[in-house]
């Protein structure tokens, strides 16, 4: 059973048939499984702050690996990416949530916007920055681009009380660079500038200093305009890269 932020049960999507997925998932377990460095694995542990077990496979490993899983398979299909998502997040150990994020992020385009509460469960399911940015900005993004009407979602998601939804939301925009909808994005910042917990924080200040790339005038003005509402911690990221 997985759990939520909250340490409620997941209601987990129905999964869908996917002959594709039970080819994935058996070359999987299998080659990650017999890659696995339980010495290495404790100490990944502990530096996510214990949010889930780890095979002990470092990034450029991992994705060494991955390719092998992948390779001469057919490319997904919607219900392929719900089956293998929500599979690897049924897995125990770490590596295969990032799996299934690399997964998604190279197939998005075969989602539609019907993937969204899919990513949704992802996103509040085990949740840590390490996979929770990845979805904002790669898939939640992508989803919302593709389809604007899936704004209204975020618009939801800014207010939830699960702090991940909020920081995915916060985080959704952060590749679109001049298709950004500013107005949204310093709506979304000033409805959490009151928000006392450092991941929000920290989004806050990411997400504006990402549109700084873009717009840096903008930032400037918008955090002049607003000056007082934020805290110190969102400000020195908003403004790293920019002078003040």
């Given at each position: 059973?997985?759990?939520?932020?909250?340490?409620?049960?997941?209601?987990?999507?129905?999964v869908p048939h996917s002959p594709l997925a039970d080819t994935v998932l058996e070359r999987l377990t299998?080659?990650?499984?017999?890659?696995?460095?339980?010495?290495?694995?404790?100490g990944m542990r502990a530096y996510m702050k214990d949010v889930a077990p780890f095979l002990g496979l470092p990034t450029p490993v991992r994705r060494d690996l991955s390719r092998t899983v992948v390779e001469g398979l057919a490319r997904p299909d919607e219900a392929d990416c719900t089956a293998v998502a929500v599979r690897c997040w049924e897995l125990p150990e770490r590596?295969?949530?990032?799996?299934?994020?690399?997964?998604?992020?190279?197939?998005?385009?075969?989602?539609?916007?019907?993937?969204?509460?899919?990513?949704?469960?992802?996103?509040?399911?085990?949740?840590?920055?390490?996979t929770v940015d990845l979805l904002a900005a790669h898939v939640v993004g992508a989803l919302v681009a593709a389809d604007p009407e899936l704004t209204?979602?975020?618009?939801?998601?800014?207010g939830d009380d699960d702090l991940w939804l909020a920081r995915a939301a916060l985080l959704h925009q952060l590749r679109?660079?001049?298709?950004?909808?500013?107005?949204?994005l310093f709506g979304y910042c000033l409805r959490q500038s009151g928000h006392q917990d450092f991941f929000i924080r920290k989004a806050i200040g990411w997400s504006l200093r990402e549109y700084a790339r873009t717009d840096p005038d903008a930032v400037?003005?918008?955090?002049?305009?607003?000056?007082?509402?934020?805290?110190p911690l969102s400000v020195r990221e908003a403004l790293?890269?920019?002078?003040a």
């Open positions: 059973m997985r759990v939520t932020a909250d340490g409620t049960a997941a209601r987990t999507p129905p299998a080659v990650y499984g017999a890659a696995a460095d339980p010495g290495r694995a404790a590596e295969y949530q990032y799996f299934a994020v690399d997964y998604l992020r190279r197939h998005v385009r075969r989602c539609s916007s019907g993937f969204l509460p899919v990513a949704r469960h992802l996103v509040t399911t085990v949740p840590w920055w390490d209204a979602d975020m618009d939801e998601w800014i679109y660079k001049e298709r950004t909808d500013t107005e949204r400037r003005a918008f955090l002049a305009r607003e000056q007082g509402r934020f805290a790293k890269n920019i002078a």
